[in-house]
């Protein structure tokens, strides 16, 4: 096959240097088979594997061996090739116990009805030839949204009168645009802040990964919008806050002798919720908003436009600091 794979790269891309020939792939069913100089051919589209994409969490690198950076060699664009995977788990979240499982066809649904709407990634698919949805998707230039607040090099008292009001306003137009998927009876399914990047020329904020989804019965959207009130907590506090990382954050830890047991996550239960017991001109609006998601609440946000209204009544207060 490398012939093949040598005369494709001198047709479209004559400029283009490459060290290794591989082969041509029309069923990605052994994605992991699938390495750098490979070229997977989809319909009459040919793309060239550079490498597998990672996913960075907890300051590790895992590899998505199912996600490939690639060259789409008709175009001589670089495109992100995701191929079909499958698993499932369980999360608990407080009493709601729930059935996580990926789905590439629901990601490839969104993947159309968001087509044009730059609040979210953009792509396209198309099967292979024994019937594996292929997601072609374009690389958004930018950085995770946390990153960026991460890497605002001022105190949080600062980040909070300075540059929150902005990163909350357009944090809630992000969340408008879960809404629009609720509204079309869509889930994102993965909501939480390193699948929300902001790109570097516009400055927008943008969704990525559609493919997982959920069942949970009590609400059918609650697990999207716990993950907006993980961000949310990140956002106001410009970091998780732990008992463990608090001093790193410039936070004396004498402070875990008024924060309880109820000050915590829901979701992840080492994370304080109760920011205004740490920073204590953070707003009782938005704290407020904050405790919905801590583990001491028995009220939980219905839907995100309930959200939404909570978010924007704050904001008119915080601008008016």
Known sequence: MSSEVRELIKKFLPDYSISRFGSVYTDTTEFMNMDYGDLIKVGDEHFLVLKNEQERRFGLADPKYWVKRCRHLETNEPKIIKLVFYEKFPMNIGPFKIQ?????????RILDLVRGDMRFMQ?????????????????????????????????????????????????????????????????????????LWVESETGNYRWIDFDYAFDLYENPFGL???????????????????????REHGVDPAVLSVIGAGDYSVVIGNRVVNLRKIYEYIPSSLNNIL???????????????????????????????
């Open 224 to 246: 999207d919008i716990f993950g907006l009130g993980s961000i949310l907590i990140y956002l106001a506090g410009k970091a998780n806050l732990t008992p463990q990382t608090l």
């Open 291 to 321: 405790m919905h998601f801590s583990s001491s609440s028995s009220v939980f946000y219905e839907s995100v436009d309930e959200l939404m209204v909570d978010m924007n009544k704050c904001l008119k207060e915080i601008r008016g600091l």
């Open 100 to 108: 996580c499982f990926r789905s590439p066809r629901k990601e490839a």
């Open 123 to 195: 792509g396209y698919s198309n099967d292979d030839i024994v019937g594996n949805n292929v997601r072609v998707l374009d690389v958004i230039r930018g950085k995770r949204l946390d990153v960026v607040v991460h890497d605002i090099p001022v105190d949080h008292r600062t980040y909070f009168y300075e540059y929150f009001p902005d990163i909350f306003e357009k944090y809630i137009d992000s969340c408008a645009a879960i809404k629009f998927l609720h509204d079309n009876d869509e889930k994102h399914g993965d909501v939480r802040r390193d699948h």
